[in-house]
């Protein structure tokens, strides 16, 4: 597609529900990032796929956040037992080469979810 | 470790007025930099970045900003500001070709831009 593209765009879910949040990134695109951003606040870094391989989840806050990329195009973000402190924008972007290449990375519109 | 602070989470000017909102990274590395503008219920846009090139960036919409290593900045300027400007700016920093969290972006807490006519 022209863009990262995100699904769904809002999202309420009860408190220890579980929620998944889809990714399609650019066609061709090398590189995946998930970011999560509370309001008010700038994103933060939540994992990074290269291909299909997650190369750093060191951002995820909990073993509840889970991440997958299977092959190495469409990427799901996986949310078990959803907590209030959950709540917020969830930011897929991709890029045409590695993270070290420098190439622009391109943000999708984000996934709004709230825990009630 | 890399950070970003941008001074004033909330700017005001005057359509027509200089704009220039403030950022100072952290880096103990040749940093790469980024600003990236948010609409309203919509993603990142990019809107310049310095990957240690020209100091001097130029980006879209008419907006620059200039790679200070003395004074470890990395300011945005525009120099008439008009409506389709309001939004929410956010400076990132990331450092490649070093270990552990390299290429990831850093990003500081945004400041919001708003227009007056």
């Known amino acids: 597609g022209a863009g990262v593209s995100q699904s769904p765009r809002y999202k309420v879910a009860k408190r220890g529900q579980d929620v998944a949040l889809r990714c399609d990134p650019i066609?061709?695109?090398?590189?995946l990032f998930w970011y999560q951003q509370a309001l008010g606040q700038g994103p933060e870094f939540l994992t990074y796929f290269q291909n299909e391989a997650q190369l750093d989840k060191s951002g995820l806050p909990s073993d509840r956040f889970f991440a997958e990329r299977p092959e190495g195009s469409v990427s799901t973000l996986k949310i078990q037992r959803t907590q209030q402190e959950d709540s917020a924008v969830y930011l897929c972007a991709s890029s045409y080469g590695g993270r070290s290449s420098g190439n622009t990375i391109y943000f999708g519109e984000g996934s709004w979810l709230t825990v009630v | 470790a890399q950070s970003v602070t941008q001074l004033g989470s909330h700017v005001s000017v005057s359509e027509g007025a200089l704009v220039l909102l403030r950022c100072n990274y952290s880096s103990s590395v040749p940093p790469y930099l980024f600003w990236y503008v948010q609409y309203p219920n919509q993603g990142l846009q990019l809107l310049l970045k310095?990957?240690?090139?020209?100091?001097l960036v130029k980006g879209i919409n008419g907006f620059e900003a200039e790679f200070k290593k003395s004074e470890t900045s990395f300011h945005l300027t525009k120099p008439s500001a008009h409506m389709s400007d309001a939004a929410e700016y956010f400076c990132?920093?990331?450092?490649?070709?070093?270990?552990?969290?390299?290429?990831?972006?850093?990003f500081g807490k945004g400041t919001k831009l708003s227009v007056k006519p």
């Open positions: 990132a920093v990331s450092v490649m070709n070093y270990g552990g969290s390299q290429g990831n972006l850093i």
């Open positions: 066609s061709g695109h090398v590189s």
């Open positions: 310095y990957t240690s090139a020209a100091t």
